[in-house]
């Protein structure tokens, strides 16, 4: 069987073709961060707040720095709830209000400690583990604003906290699939 010819022009058309295609593997920077941001349920809030970090902003970022500006905001975030409730908690007015802010409380520890987890397997490349931890901390974050959702003007700034909270997750955990080798070492 003959091996088909190809004409000077057709390999300069595969070869651009091959190299303008874009490649989930060989995105950096702004397109990685809108690609990344174009897969969570909420672009704007993802795109404002990778943007704002100079690492995962910068024109030459990883998908390991968009993961890695996620779980540091998400930590930030858990550790501000943390010391939220207990303030919540002394100004709860109703039994009902102290068992909820108690559920959210245990649900805020049990996140924290699986962010820490999480960054210490992000930073020993075990990302399977990693993710495994996020989604735990996802749903114990979830837990307490099903609680706490909609039930009262004083429960808004810990609802709201623990909405970030879940966004910052899922842009972890969305940026974990555009990983490439550069994002390992």
């Known amino acids: 069987?003959?091996?088909?010819?190809?004409?000077?022009?057709h390999l300069c058309?595969?070869?651009?073709?091959?190299?303008?295609?874009?490649?989930?593997?060989?995105l950096n920077g702004t397109e990685l961060l809108k690609a990344?941001?174009?897969?969570?349920?909420?672009?704007?809030?993802?795109?404002?707040?990778?943007?704002?970090?100079?690492?995962?902003?910068g024109p030459?970022?990883?998908?390991?720095d968009l993961a890695n500006a996620?779980?540091?905001?998400?930590?930030?975030?858990?550790?501000?709830?943390?010391?939220?409730?207990?303030v919540l908690l002394q100004n709860a007015t109703t039994s009902l209000d102290h068992n909820r802010l108690q559920m959210c409380?245990?649900?805020?520890?049990?996140?924290?400690?699986?962010?820490?987890?999480a960054n210490n397997d992000f930073n020993s490349d075990s990302l399977d583990t990693m993710v495994e931890e996020i989604n735990t901390a996802a749903r114990a974050t979830n837990d307490c604003l099903n609680e706490i959702q909609d039930k009262g003007t004083h429960f808004s700034l810990l609802a709201t906290i623990n909405a970030d909270l879940i966004k910052l997750y899922e842009i972890c955990i969305v940026s974990t699939r555009y990983f490439t080798v550069e994002d390992l070492y």
């Open 1 to 9: 069987m003959a091996m088909p010819r190809y004409r000077p022009l």
């Open 13 to 26: 058309l595969l070869i651009l073709v091959i190299y303008t295609t874009p490649s989930i593997g060989l």
């Open 36 to 57: 990344a941001c174009n897969q969570t349920s909420d672009y704007a809030f993802c795109y404002a707040t990778l943007t704002a970090d100079p690492n995962a902003g």
């Open 60 to 64: 030459q970022a990883l998908a390991g």
């Open 70 to 86: 996620a779980l540091r905001l998400a930590q930030t975030k858990a550790t501000h709830a943390q010391s939220l409730i207990p």
């Open 105 to 117: 409380q245990s649900s805020n520890n049990k996140a924290i400690s699986q962010l820490s987890s």
